[in-house]
């Protein structure tokens, strides 16, 4: 029997996240919503933060969400640069974070999703 | 006066468990893992090579098994002597309250071993008046309080002293909350039925049966792996364990990993070396679901293995908890912070080898 335990700082976080424009017809394909996401690190940290690797793991383009990959020291960076956007384009915007994990396994379900309503 | 901004860059704290061992093996703790792990939100098992289920596995999955609903319970029906008599003490029951945050709100379950757990907000704690522990992860400002009653014990009737005490607090603070149950009499065949006709005529009850989906794979990349090696080869024959689990997450997520779009964009695709395999099934069921089961399942597959059912050099068993459940494993203490993961992977190798992932996040007690 062998065990491996790994405390602390995960190599990798993922965030799932939804771009909401103010105009709802607003349609993004998945570079700009990568240059909306590098727009909103540079504004933050500027150009080394612009540089910071941050992988689009799954986009859908319907409803604007993603989940994102980046390393476990630039999580917070991240986090951050999201929350301050505003603007893109001169169009207001909002990211909402939804779930922040450092297993990608985790957003396979959300308990909190669960929903029962007795009639 | 000078003023500093700290600003704490750091992510939180999580934790991941990585166990080599064998399902042979007399220590093995695979069957005190699923067991333990009371409330599982969903059950999802992975096999690669196969376009069906193998028949046992099929079979466990197809098995009825529901769920009820329990609208705006108080607790003190919980410490009904008839409820503790014919249910609590006479079989396997598991209660979880419905939609309440553990980070906000107050959250109360009921164990199998017969205690029930409350995870109360300070005033609560202070009106309940019932002796408990501020809860681990805000010692400083002890915000939470666990408390734990034994409902099995043989001096808590109706009465005695203790009794009385946790009757007149839930009296007092009149505590209540929709509750998810699940019940499994002990040794008899017999159906979960008497447990919803109890609560049936004072409560709003209801039958919910767990969400099943299939999905198909084909012209699925397989990571390589050495089911007696989890750390990485010298000359890269094999991939790690935790990039496996990585690719794992990926394919439940439904995240194409088969190639990799171009760099700007993302730079993940399934680690190397890798393996093509034509098809593969993913079967999951979502609800309220019993240890049991996950060991059901767990034990089908097994077989179907032995039985050569399927070519598949491996399977992968995932169960999720509940994100706000007030414990993970066992009694180990959960909340939430940023996320509140406590789950655990079972890869089942051909020759009973297994790794577990046990995954929890930061306001966990190591697994």
């Known amino acids: 029997m062998k065990r491996i335990v790994s405390k602390g700082d995960a190599p990798y976080y993922y965030l799932k996240v939804l771009l909401e424009f103010e105009d709802k017809t607003m349609a993004v394909d998945v570079l700009t919503f990568r240059t909306v996401i590098m727009k909103a690190m540079m504004s933050m940290y500027g150009e080394v933060g612009a540089a910071v690797q941050i992988d689009i793991l799954k986009y859908e383009d319907k409803t604007i969400s993603a989940i994102l990959r980046v390393a476990g020291s630039n999580m917070v960076k991240l986090w951050g640069a999201l929350t301050m956007l505003s603007y893109y384009d001169e169009k207001p915007c909002a990211f909402r974070v939804h779930q922040v994990s450092p297993f990608l396994m985790a957003f396979a379900a959300s308990s909190r999703q669960l929903l029962l309503h007795t009639e | ?367």
Not at chain 2, 10 to 30: A, G, N, T
Not at chain 2, 262 to 290: D, Q, W
């Open chain 2, 1 to 367: 006066m000078s003023l500093t901004l700290k600003v704490d860059l750091s992510p939180p704290r999580s934790k991941l468990v990585i166990e080599k061992s064998s399902f042979d093996d007399e220590k093995s703790r695979h069957r005190k893992n699923v067991e333990e792990h009371y409330f599982n939100h969903k059950m999802e098992l992975f096999i690669p090579g196969c376009a069906e289920l193998p028949p046992s596995a099929q079979a466990v999955f197809d098995m009825s098994d529901d769920f009820y609903i329990i609208k705006d319970l108080p607790l003190t029906e919980l410490i009904n002597k008839d409820f503790i008599e014919n249910f609590v003490k006479k079989g396997s029951l598991y209660m979880l309250s419905h939609n309440t945050h553990i980070d906000k709100h107050n959250v109360y379950a009921v164990l199998p071993t017969g205690k029930l757990i409350l995870s109360v907000h300070k005033d609560t704690y202070e009106e309940l008046g019932l002796v408990g522990q501020p809860s681990q992860f805000n010692r400083k400002v002890k915000r939470k309080f666990v408390v734990e009653v034994d409902l099995t014990q043989d001096i808590f009737v109706p009465g005695k002293k203790n009794y009385e005490r946790v009757k007149k607090g839930f009296q007092r603070t009149e505590l209540k909350a929709d509750f998810l149950l699940s019940w499994k009499p002990r040794g008899t065949r017999q159906s979960a039925g008497p447990v919803l006709s109890h609560f049936e005529d004072s409560y709003r009850c209801d039958r919910r049966s767990q969400v099943q989906q299939t999905n198909k794979h084909t012209e699925l990349l397989l990571p390589v792996v050495n089911s007696s090696e989890l750390e990485e080869s010298d000359d890269g024959e094999w991939c790690t364990a935790r990039e496996w689990y990585e690719w794992l997450g990926a394919v439940s997520c439904g995240i194409n990993c088969n190639e990799a779009p171009e760099h700007y964009i993302s730079r993940y695709s399934c680690p190397k070396p890798n393996k093509l395999t034509a098809t593969a099934v993913r079967r999951s069921m979502t609800g309220f679901i019993a240890p049991g089961r996950v060991w059901a399942v767990l034990e089908a597959v097994r077989s179907d293995m032995r039985d050569n059912q399927c070519p598949s050099p491996w399977a992968a068993l995932t169960v999720h908890g509940f994100a706000d459940s007030p414990v993970s494993w066992a009694r180990r203490e959960h909340g939430f912070h940023h996320g509140g993961e406590n789950l655990y992977t079972l890869l089942i190798f051909r020759d009973s080898t297994y790794w577990l992932f046990q995954a929890v996040g930061t306001n966990d007690i190591c697994p």
